[in-house]
């Protein structure tokens, strides 16, 4: 198995600005990314998932610093202002098959 170092980004934030949030990841060089459901409890008060206008997501990309850190300040500039959103980066080791 090859080993490459790479970022964990992690977005918490409102389910309502998922679609747009995707295309401008994308947009800005993130090649996949993983959403879940999230619910629980911040300085901004707790969030439960039932209600979907109401809920968050918590979505994961893994890639370079380079694109992290444009997809940081992206989100710095542009979201923070206005919805609930924390934003978490990781070091991590991606794990590949020898064929890459």
């Known amino acids: 198995m090859k080993r490459h170092n ?3 980004l992690t977005v918490v934030t409102e389910a309502a600005v998922e679609s747009i949030l995707i295309k401008e990841m994308e947009s800005l060089g993130a090649l996949g990314y993983t959403i879940t459901s999230a619910r629980g409890k911040g300085r901004r008060g ?3 998932a039932e209600w ?3 809920s968050n997501i918590r979505v ?3 890639c370079d610093a ?3 850190e444009a ?3 992206h989100l710095h500039e ?3 202002a206005h919805y609930a959103m ?3 980066c990781a070091d991590v080791e991606e794990l590949r098959p020898d064929s890459d």
């Open 6 to 8: 790479r970022k964990l």
């Open 46 to 48: 707790a969030r439960h």
């Open 52 to 54: 979907m206008p109401n």
């Open 60 to 62: 994961e990309i893994v």
């Open 66 to 68: 380079f694109t992290a």
């Open 71 to 73: 997809i940081i300040k």
């Open 78 to 80: 542009h979201y923070y």
């Open 86 to 88: 924390i934003v978490l």
